[in-house]
């Protein structure tokens, strides 16, 4: 006799960025090539440059901080403002060279602020413990 386990529901994964901990329940990451073309004699395309952009990254959850529920708006704003780079870490990925690019915060009035945050990747590789 067999049986089949079937997955359901999973915990939130802990993402520090800086001095903040986003519980994430959502992750997106997107990739792409920018080429840059002229016209030919005989009006084909002809690549004269092509290089692939900064992976940008979009991790959506909660921030849980009884003490300043609304510091991750202030530590956000100004990581995006100064421009800070730093690296993080999800679920066996490692990304350095990391800036904010966008984040959202909403207080719908519960113990946590739901939270959105998108940021540039120069590198990602395989964490070596994972």
Do not use: H
Request: a negative charge; glycine letters at 8%.
């Amino acid at each position: 006799m067999s049986s089949i386990t079937e997955l359901t529901e999973r915990e939130a994964v802990p993402v520090t960025f800086g001095s903040f901990t986003l519980w994430c329940e959502s992750f997106r990451a997107e990739e792409t090539r920018a080429v840059s073309e002229k016209a030919t004699v005989d009006g084909k395309g002809f690549v004269t440059n092509s290089f692939p952009k900064l992976m940008k990254l979009t991790f959506c959850g909660r921030i849980c901080d009884e003490a300043s529920p609304l510091g991750f708006v202030a530590a956000a704003g100004g990581m995006l403002r100064n421009g800070t780079v730093f690296s993080t870490s999800y679920r066996g990925l490692a990304f350095t060279g990391c800036r904010v690019q966008s984040f959202k915060a909403e207080d719908k009035g519960e113990a946590y602020i739901c939270a959105e945050i998108s940021v540039l990747s120069s590198s990602v590789s395989e964490e070596e413990n994972a």
